[in-house]
């Protein structure tokens, strides 16, 4: 199916929530602003679950900036009208609009009904099989498709990432009342690029200011999950599609966090 023919099967919807039983658990990865890494924490979160041996996916639902293709090394396209996912090197089912595109480098020019429509289309339409986990990478903002995920797709949480400017700081706001007003659970805040490590001397360097996230995590009464370096190592991953070999704890910190203890899938 190719991404002119999605689009003509996306047709306006209600907003009621839309089950998938097969999939136990749905945690989304949202942010106020762009830049900040959004994408390459939901490709560690995703990663990080798989490892622990859990059946696990992604919805890409950023779908006019779509990344985690690119990040996994994926580029074949989907070829069912069950819109199978493709899957990573360890076996992650991925759904991104980049992956029906003729040119992963060609725009997508769609408004506001199109793309809430695509992301409906992908949880309910796509032939995920049984999930442990579906994270589902969100655009930066609170616009159409963070509040069509919000609306139709029965959450457990969001985590929401940041970076130590103050800008960063006080847009994440928006996206933590966000999802309080739609009475979704906020998992944890993770604060992006937080320092550099000079691989000279091995001091830390604070290249964005000092961190605010552990601020931000208190005075708004959630769960502060990491402070995560800039890395050189990770930067080079997501750009080869090799992000699966890079080293994080950043799965087991939200499990620790939130006590999310649950057996695999069979």
Same mark, same amino acid.
Request: proline share 7%.
């Given at each position: 199916?190719? /991404?002119?023919?999605?689009?003509?099967?996306?047709?306006?919807?209600?907003? #009621? *929530?839309?089950?998938?039983?097969?999939?136990?658990?749905?945690?989304?990865?949202?942010?106020?602003?762009?830049?900040?890494?959004?994408?390459?924490?939901?490709?560690?979160?995703?990663?990080?679950?798989?490892?622990?041996?859990?059946? %696990?996916? =992604?919805?890409?639902? @950023?779908? %006019?900036?779509?990344?985690?293709?690119?990040?996994?090394?994926?580029?074949?396209?989907?070829?069912?009208?069950?819109? %199978?996912?493709? #899957?990573?090197?360890?076996?992650?089912? =991925?759904?991104?609009?980049?992956?029906?595109?003729?040119?992963?480098?060609?725009?997508?020019?769609?408004?506001?009904?199109?793309?809430?429509?695509? $992301?409906?289309?992908?949880?309910?339409?796509? !032939?995920?099989?049984?999930?442990?986990?579906?994270?589902?990478?969100?655009?930066?903002?609170?616009?159409?498709?963070?509040?069509? $995920?919000?609306?139709?797709?029965?959450?457990?949480?969001?985590?929401? $990432?940041?970076?130590?400017?103050?800008?960063?700081?006080?847009?994440?706001?928006?996206?933590?009342?966000? /999802? *309080?007003?739609?009475?979704?659970?906020?998992?944890?805040? $993770?604060?992006?690029?937080?320092?550099? %490590?000079?691989?000279?001397?091995?001091?830390?360097?604070?290249?964005?200011?000092?961190?605010?996230?552990?601020?931000? /995590?208190? #005075?708004?009464?959630?769960?502060?999950? /990491?402070?995560?370096?800039? !890395?050189? !190592?990770?930067?080079? +991953? +997501? @750009?080869?599609?090799?992000? #699966?070999?890079?080293?994080?704890?950043?799965?087991?910190?939200?499990? !620790?966090?939130?006590?999310?203890?649950?057996?695999?899938?069979?």
């Amino acid at each position: 199916m190719s /991404a002119d023919g999605l689009a003509k099967n996306i047709k306006n919807e209600g907003m #009621e *929530k839309i089950l998938r039983p097969d999939v136990k658990h749905v945690i989304a990865v949202m942010s106020g602003k762009g830049g900040v890494g959004k994408s390459s924490i939901t490709a560690l979160l995703a990663a990080g679950a798989r490892k622990e041996g859990f059946k %696990t996916g =992604i919805l890409d639902a @950023d779908i %006019t900036g779509p990344s985690i293709p690119c990040m996994f090394g994926l580029k074949t396209s989907p070829e069912s009208k069950k819109l %199978t996912p493709a #899957e990573s090197s360890l076996g992650i089912k =991925i759904i991104s609009l980049n992956l029906f595109l003729v040119n992963e480098d060609d725009p997508v020019i769609w408004r506001g009904p199109l793309i809430g429509g695509a $992301v409906k289309q992908f949880w309910k339409d796509v !032939d995920w099989g049984k999930l442990d986990y579906l994270f589902i990478d969100l655009p930066p903002g609170t616009a159409d498709a963070p509040l069509t $995920v919000m609306q139709s797709i029965p959450l457990d949480g969001v985590v929401v $990432v940041s970076s130590p400017q103050d800008l960063a700081g006080r847009i994440v706001k928006k996206a933590l009342k966000m /999802a *309080k007003s739609m009475s979704i659970p906020v998992l944890g805040l $993770v604060e992006n690029m937080s320092y550099f %490590t000079c691989p000279h001397c091995g001091d830390k360097i604070n290249i964005f200011g000092p961190p605010k996230g552990e601020k931000v /995590a208190r #005075e708004t009464g959630i769960p502060f999950l /990491a402070s995560l370096p800039l !890395d050189e !190592d990770l930067s080079h +991953c +997501c @750009d080869n599609g090799t992000v #699966e070999t890079f080293s994080s704890n950043l799965f087991k910190q939200l499990l !620790d966090s939130q006590k999310l203890k649950m057996k695999k899938s069979v």
